[in-house]
């Protein structure tokens, strides 16, 4: 069972990035997907999130207008999309995926089973 995020890198304010989630060993039909980033010196945050039940979404109130989460489940990948890029954007992001969500709330670390590498995301001119 593994998650691997990708598609990091650095990009100017105002640019976009595209990353994925692609997981193996598991279908990320049954998972609710997650999101998430940690700054240097910062706690972990949810950024978006993605149910499987019936593809709704939810982001933070930060990235809320600019970023988008989808899922392909042909490809068995989520993808976090990221506009109009800003320097507090810049973090270590990470996918995690579980199985259901018990309650404390879908940008709560501990709801994730699973979690990816994480991919570096550094928004600078």
Known sequence: VQ???????????????????AASGFSLDYYVIGWFRQAPGKEREGVSCINNSDGSTYHADSVKGRFTVSRDNAKNTVYLQMNSLKPED????????????SGAGWD????????????????SS
Do not use: F, I, K, M
Request: glycine share 14%; charged share 5%.
């Open 3 to 21: 998650l691997q995020a990708s598609g990091g890198g650095l990009v100017q304010p105002g640019g976009s990035l595209r990353l994925s989630c």
């Open 90 to 101: 810049t973090a270590v992001y990470y996918c995690a995926a579980a199985a259901y969500l």
């Open 108 to 123: 709560t670390p501990l709801e994730y089973d699973y979690w990816g590498q994480g991919t570096l995301v550094t928004v």
